[in-house]
């Protein structure tokens, strides 16, 4: 958790508002990945970037849109939030020579 | 369309005993299964991964095993203790990608 950090914790919005959430890290990983996760679902990937210039629609990018703005940060925007975007989000962070992703302490959003 | 099916929802066991949650995935291009453990208001974290070159793996308390004709795998905790109470989750993923491909996760307790 400590080399992903997620910003802000927790989010109350109101249907069609613009929301951002942020993710930044600390260790110099080039992948980075933003996921939702609901009851009952699992984990499933929004978007995903490898490199500042690299940007990719992960199964569920409706509705979503996200920003590599350094290699350090990348951000989640909600355009118009709807309620079924209700739900927690995680930011992860891959270090390839470990094979493994790192995940941070995640944003829980709800939208009325 | 769900690629990775995991169960059981949930699971009781008593400490000390065995736990085993199971996993089913469709994709044969798939060549990364890692197995994440996440508490309460907690990023998941990477408990045991096995790619499909071996049928076990084992960590500790901790063994994956895999079938690659049956397209399972599985994990064991062996001795389990109420510490282990947690929401278990397998994933798949090629590995030159490393999109994951969440099952929907168990939710284990450990009955002292």
């Known amino acids: 958790d400590a080399d992903v950090t997620q910003t802000p914790r927790n989010r109350i919005t109101k249907t069609g508002k613009r929301i951002m959430l942020e993710c930044s890290q600390t260790?110099?990983?080039?992948?980075m990945y933003w996921y939702r996760q609901d009851p009952g679902l699992g984990l499933r990937l929004i978007y995903y970037s490898f490199d500042v210039k690299d940007i990719n629609k992960g199964e569920i990018s409706d509705g979503y849109s996200v920003s590599r703005q350094a290699q350090a940060k990348f951000s989640l925007s909600l355009e118009s939030a709807i309620p079924n975007q209700t739900a927690l989000y995680f930011c992860?962070?891959?270090?390839?020579?470990?094979?493994?992703?790192?995940f941070g302490p995640g944003t829980r959003l709800t939208v009325l | 369309q769900q690629q990775v099916k995991q169960s059981p929802q949930s699971l009781i066991v008593q400490k000390g005993g065995i736990s085993i949650i199971n996993c089913a995935y469709e994709?044969?291009?798939?060549?990364?299964f890692p197995w994440y453990q996440q508490f309460p208001g907690k990023g998941p974290a990477l408990l045991i991964a096995i790619r499909p070159d071996v049928s076990e793996k084992k960590e500790g308390r901790f063994t994956i095993s895999f079938n690659k004709s049956a397209k399972q795998f599985s994990l064991h905790i062996m001795d389990s203790q109420p510490g282990d109470s947690a929401t278990y989750f397998c994933a798949a993923s090629m590995a030159s990608n490393y999109q994951l491909i969440w099952g929907a996760g168990t939710k284990l307790i450990i009955k002292p």
């Open positions: 992860a962070l891959l270090d390839i020579k470990v094979d493994e992703q790192f």
């Open positions: 994709n044969t291009a798939f060549d990364y």
């Open positions: 260790k110099g990983h080039d992948r």
